[in-house]
């Protein structure tokens, strides 16, 4: 009985992993991976910054009402003659002027309004792509922490097998010198030691990579001394959500769905901005300006009387009516159209993607749960039978090859526990990025 316990143990014990970095001094949780992770990831930080420039953009639409007002100064020469009444005149000239001008649109046809809307629903896109650019990185981020997680796992179970192997030949080594059994049975546990040896080394290199790999999806620079903290996740095998539920609560407010909503507008608005090229373009505008002359070889009025008596003001009204251009308003209002018509396309598109990926989503999360749990039935099994098979051999009702053979069995049934059980894991994950995708 004993023996019974000190086997069940180590099955206890099979998902307590040993560090990725046994000199490392912090570990990292899976938040503050992924935390880091949006903070750093350069795919993120582009979107980002095409958010800030949709921004710039609806704040020049909206600025586009405010009047516009430029100064302008003018120093000109004049050499030569010209005719004045029939008379040739020798006219040298120093010619400066100064004005200061205003226009103002009172009408565009309805461009300004229609501009500023579609640039107001092209930057909520933009904001949902970053959200959903988040998302998968969130996605990307828990998935390679959990891959570092199995690998991590193997490490200790390949340990487990070491220690096991070692005592076996401990064992055919004590049987061998009292006589109990043949030399090439503690030969062939010699020989299962080295090979669990390579073994334990080879998982060890995995799940060193595993977490070089997961730093490096975090643009640490120092990779060699990360490490990862070991979640408890026996609260995360809940119950599954059906995938028309969860479709139907989420597909309103999905990002993706949310950003093609919005293209939908803003392309609409931007059918309404082509158009308003046929419309006349209505203008407030004004100037108020002062020149000063001198002529080369004739007395002219000083420099302050000319000031005085040269101003200049402007008042009025600007109409500009369109007449032909090319046929380019007509094949502008073509463009917008056809963008409207993808967006829409676009949109239906994005329904039936995130329907297909939740159903898949969820029938790998099923599969992986039975897999689970028929992983988990078969390692307490093959357990059992280990342990029923290495007290044969102590009473000497078996023999080596016996033994290796069950033992094989018992660790290649944790082996596949602890890969269905992080394949489960992972599947959950990406359940919970559908159902979780309005609370982050």
Known sequence: MTTMRYYIVYIVAAFAFVPCNM???????LDECVGYA?????????????????????????????PVVDAK?????????????GVRVTSDLSYSAVSLNASM???TGFRIPNQMKADKFSLMSAAENLNAARQDVRLQIAAAYLQALYYKGQVHISEQKTDVSKQLVDKATDKYRNGKSPKSEK?????????DQYALTEARSNAKLACITLAQMLNLTDVESFEIEDPDTTSAFEPLTAPQVLFHDIVETYPTILASKYDIESTRYGVEVARSAYWPELSLVGSISDYYYNAFHEPVSSFGHQLGDNDNYVIGLSLKIPIFNGFKTRNSIRKAKLDYEDALV?????????????????????????KFESAQKAEVSNALSYSYENEKYDAGRSNIYDLNQSRQKWFSAQ???????YEYLIRIKILDFYKNVNQQ
Do not use: C
Request: charged share 25%; net charge neutral; proline share 1%.
């Open 38 to 66: 949006i903070s750093h990831n350069t795919d993120i930080q582009h979107r980002a910054i095409e958010q800030k420039m949709r921004e710039n953009v609806l704040d020049n639409s909206i600025h586009a009402r405010l």
């Open 105 to 107: 649109p009172l009408f």
């Open 187 to 195: 030969a062939e546990a010699e020989a299962t030691l080295s090979s």
């Open 415 to 421: 082996e596949d526990a602890l890969r269905s059980r």
């Open 73 to 85: 100064v003018d120093q000109l020469f004049s050499f030569g003659t010209n005719i004045s009444t």
């Open 346 to 370: 676009t949109l239906n598109d994005s329904r039936l993607k995130l329907q297909k990926e939740i159903q898949q989503a969820y029938y790998n999360a099923v599969t992986a749960r039975d």
């Open 23 to 29: 000199h490392a001094q912090k570990k990292w949780t």
